[in-house]
């Protein structure tokens, strides 16, 4: 009997052992029924007995101690013969057992003994079975436990609506100080602000760029942007997917560091610039070419003027080894600095002058405006006041701030015009979808049309043809000549011939996609380059979504908009003028995408030969890289050693 079988035969849904465990469990059990049910017969006899109920407290039966006993007056004690087992909190109850039912509830209670040893026994036994079977039973937790993290992050991600990122590795630049990262979030939101209300933000630092300095005004999402950026990274190393749209790539860095929020400590005695230097002095020791480095409010909290130097000396030890950086300011001498430095990047957070509130849209290449002159105007202070501070401000600051204005308008309108162009997008994309099934609609009733057409001209011959055989029959019997009939027939294998053949079906023609320039032709025999293998193959087969590729000994399945053009099958002037057969199936031209791919570790892992520890040492390096090369599966060859 199997492990299951012997669980289940002996142990209930609800962990209680069954009788069924054991025939000596059974057979213990249904003696105890049978003294009980004695003993409780006898002892309703004494409860209703008239000569005895007048001397109980109540005409119930209890136990105590595990021995079933009447609740005896204590006033009459003496009156019927029995043990006392206990007795009321006031006295007045005294709990006793009769002595003619001694001997049943003494054997009720051997029954009762009996029994515990028995299920002892039996759980012992059960015990030992399973423990025959803890690999296996330790190795199903662990798949199930596996399964369950996969159906929570489902059901997280389909909450967040999120989407799986591409993750890139780290690949730094001979001769450059970009250390090789990748950040490009699209319609980035933070995992715990409501996906209905929140703001999304795009953030991108191209191949140029690996620090942001973000400024803007205070409550303006500045924070939100940078803890959006880690949390997001974190997220997606630990195997999550991340609440942003499809296309949206970063790096796996080996650690990522933060300095966010106020580090005041009465406890310790550090204010908040003690607090945000303790910090950063801790990250610079510890960040590398690998490290996303995040830093809220750099320089603040002490004099401006020092607290901007300190700033700028700390971006350049960074900007310096390479580190990636993120940081928040409300300095005004680091949005020049990162308009002068290279791999530096202003970026802004925006403000609604009308009505006095944040956009939370971050902007990426603009400073943030100084906005504290028009907010007091339009709170209402005296003009006089604000002509007054303008004419203390350098003209050129004025002029920066002005241009800044147009600028951002610009990007706003822009971002309007887009945000319109992608709404008629959708609206052409809509209308193209109901085009589409209305043409198929079309075809589906032109189909039925003609079919029916065929089908009734069938009838018709086949009963022509059979008029005809009965007037030859009839001409033969009656030995008349049969030319007219042969003439007939004549003609009629000529409508047979005319007859039109099976409908075929045609798929509507709809217009078709801008496509990309590079582009392969999809069919059989044609070679391909399958970038998540780093290989070539020839394809062998094609459906409308996948093909098969023959790469070497193997034959693998590869999404169409995945293959490339292998360098001699690009589209080239002599491959379009070259004619193809009718019977040839129709070449499909697809956009072939950028290889974005680590370097391919290789299809195969074989670990024969190993210890267990090295085997999976070498398992999780193997894993790691051939999900960094966008391999779609692995073969991993292992056995147990002799």
Same mark, same amino acid.
């Given at each position: 009997m199997g492990l299951i079988d012997a669980i289940s035969r002996t142990l209930s849904e609800r962990g209680e052992v069954l009788d069924s465990a054991s025939p000596q469990l059974a057979r213990i059990r249904k003696q105890m029924q049978v003294v009980h049910d004695r003993l409780m017969s006898r002892l309703q006899r004494l409860i209703g007995d @008239?000569?005895?109920?007048?001397?109980?407290? $109540?005409?119930?039966?209890?136990?105590?101690?595990?021995r079933y006993v009447i609740p005896l007056q204590a006033d009459f004690k003496g009156r019927i013969k029995a043990i006392v087992h206990d007795q009321s909190a006031s006295g007045a109850t005294l709990f006793v057992e009769p002595t003619s039912v001694v001997e049943l509830n003494n054997e009720y209670r051997e029954l009762q003994l009996a029994e515990r040893d028995e299920v002892r026994r039996v759980l012992a036994e059960l015990s030992q079975r399973v423990g025959e079977y803890a690999p296996e039973l330790e190795q199903t937790v662990h798949v199930i436990a596996r399964l369950d993290l996969a159906f929570a992050i489902a059901k997280y991600a389909d909450h967040l609506r999120a989407a799986a990122p591409t993750l890139r590795p780290i690949r730094p630049r001979k001769g450059s100080p970009h250390p090789g990262t990748v950040i490009r979030l699209r319609q980035a939101r933070h995992p715990l602000l409501d996906p209905e209300t929140v703001v999304p933000i795009d953030l991108e630092l191209d191949s140029q760029t690996y620090a942001l300095v973000i400024t803007g005004p205070n409550t303006g999402g500045k924070t939100v942007a940078l803890k959006t950026v880690g949390l997001l990274a974190l997220m997606a190393q630990s195997g999550l997917p991340i609440p942003a749209a499809q296309g949206s790539e970063l790096s796996v860095f080996r650690s990522i560091f933060a300095d966010i929020g106020d580090e005041q400590s009465i406890e310790q005695s550090l204010s908040t610039f003690s607090g945000h230097i303790t910090n950063i002095n801790r990250i610079l020791k510890r960040s590398g070419k690998r490290s996303l480095v995040i830093l809220d409010e750099l320089g603040a909290g002490t004099d401006p003027q020092e607290g901007a130097a300190l700033a700028r000396a700390i971006l350049d030890y960074l900007l310096g080894r390479g580190v990636t950086t993120l940081v928040t300011t409300h300095h005004p001498e680091l949005k020049a600095y990162a308009y002068n430095? @290279?791999?530096?990047?202003?970026?802004?957070?925006?403000?609604?002058?009308?009505?006095?509130?944040?956009?939370?849209?971050?902007?990426?290449?603009?400073?943030?405006?100084?906005?504290?002159?028009?907010?007091?105007?339009?709170?209402?202070?005296?003009?006089?006041?604000?002509?007054?501070?303008?004419?203390?401000?350098? @003209? $050129?600051?004025?002029?920066?701030?002005?241009?800044? $204005?147009?600028?951002?308008?610009?990007?706003?309108?822009?971002?309007?015009?887009?945000?319109?162009?992608?709404?008629?997008?959708?609206?052409?994309?809509?209308?193209?979808?109901?085009?589409?099934?209305?043409?198929?609609?079309?075809?589906?009733?032109?189909?039925?049309?003609? $079919?029916?057409?065929?089908?009734?001209?069938?009838?018709?011959?086949?009963?022509?043809?059979?008029?005809?055989?009965?007037?030859?029959?009839?001409?033969?019997?009656?030995?008349?000549?049969?030319?007219?009939?042969?003439?007939?027939?004549?003609?009629?294998?000529?409508?047979?011939?005319?007859?039109?053949?099976?409908?075929?079906?045609?798929?509507?023609?709809?217009?078709?996609?801008?496509?990309?320039?590079?582009?392969?032709?999809?069919?059989?025999?044609v070679k391909v380059h399958v970038p998540q293998l780093g290989a070539q193959g020839v394809i062998v087969s094609l459906d409308e979504e996948q093909a098969e590729v023959q790469v070497g000994v193997l034959r693998v399945r590869v999404r169409r908009a995945e293959l490339q053009a292998a360098a001699e099958e690009t589209d080239s002037p002599e491959a379009a003028a070259a004619p193809q057969s009718d019977s040839a199936p129709k070449a499909e031209p697809v956009t072939a995408p950028e290889s974005g791919y680590a370097p391919s570790p290789g299809v195969e892992l074989d670990l024969r030969g190993q210890r267990v520890d090295e085997a999976l040492d070498e398992l999780d390096r193997y894993l790691d890289a051939a999900f960094l090369a966008g391999l779609p599966w692995v073969r991993i060859i292992h056995g147990r050693g002799t």
């Open positions: @008239p000569k005895i109920a007048r001397y109980l407290q $109540d005409a119930i039966i209890t136990q105590r101690d595990g430095t @290279p791999g530096v990047v202003n970026a802004s957070v925006e403000f609604d002058i009308e009505t006095l509130r944040p956009t939370y849209r971050l902007t990426i290449g603009l400073p943030g405006r100084s906005n504290a002159l028009a907010i007091a105007q339009r709170l209402g202070l005296p003009e006089e006041i604000i002509a007054a501070a303008r004419a203390e401000l350098h @003209p $050129d600051e004025l002029r920066v701030d002005g241009l800044l $204005d147009e600028i951002h308008r610009q990007r706003e309108m822009a971002r309007q015009a887009r945000a319109a162009a992608e709404k008629a997008r959708r609206e052409a994309e809509t209308l193209r979808a109901e085009l589409a099934a209305r043409l198929e609609h079309i075809e589906d009733e032109r189909h039925a049309v003609l $079919d029916a057409a065929r089908k009734e001209a069938e009838t018709q011959l086949e009963a022509l043809r059979g008029e005809l055989e009965a007037v030859r029959r009839q001409l033969k019997r009656a030995r008349q000549p049969l030319d007219v009939i042969a003439q007939a027939e004549e003609k009629l294998e000529v409508v047979e011939e005319e007859q039109m053949p099976p409908v075929e079906r045609r798929r509507p023609r709809l217009p078709r996609r801008t496509a990309a320039p590079r582009r392969v032709i999809l069919r059989p025999g």
